[in-house]
Nanobody, 118 residues
């Protein structure tokens, strides 16, 4: 069974840090470019970051550039998102999925809630 399980979210104060994990089963993450996405209440899901499976290059949304770092561990079949200098506007449910949206549409998981508040 193909499954993506996000974890690591929680409540953090502005300026704090969290590291999210995305554990895959049923397929190998190193076969795909993997993205992190987020959805805030009342808003559309948006892309946050993406990491390639070819050269390890990464891309970031302007809103998180310089604050977030995406990485992958192919041995553990896990992708991470390190989030620093968190802002209240980062509050959302965070998801991971393959960057190919034709494939991704079938495999959205539960996500993990990140709340940034004092």
């Amino acid at each position: 069974q193909v499954q993506l399980v996000e974890s690591g979210g929680g409540l953090v104060q502005p300026g704090g840090s969290l590291r999210l994990s995305c554990a895959a089963s049923g397929f190998y993450l190193d076969d795909y470019a993997i993205g992190w996405f987020r959805q805030a209440p009342g808003k559309e899901r948006e892309g946050v970051s993406c990491i390639s499976n070819s050269d390890g290059s990464a891309a970031y949304a302007d809103s998180v550039k310089g604050r977030f770092i995406i990485s992958r561990d192919n041995v553990k079949n896990t992708v991470y998102l390190e989030m620093n200098s968190l802002k209240p506007e980062d509050t959302a449910v965070y998801y991971c999925n393959v960057a190919n949206q034709v494939i991704a549409r079938n495999y959205w998981g539960q996500g993990t809630q990140v709340t940034v508040s004092s």
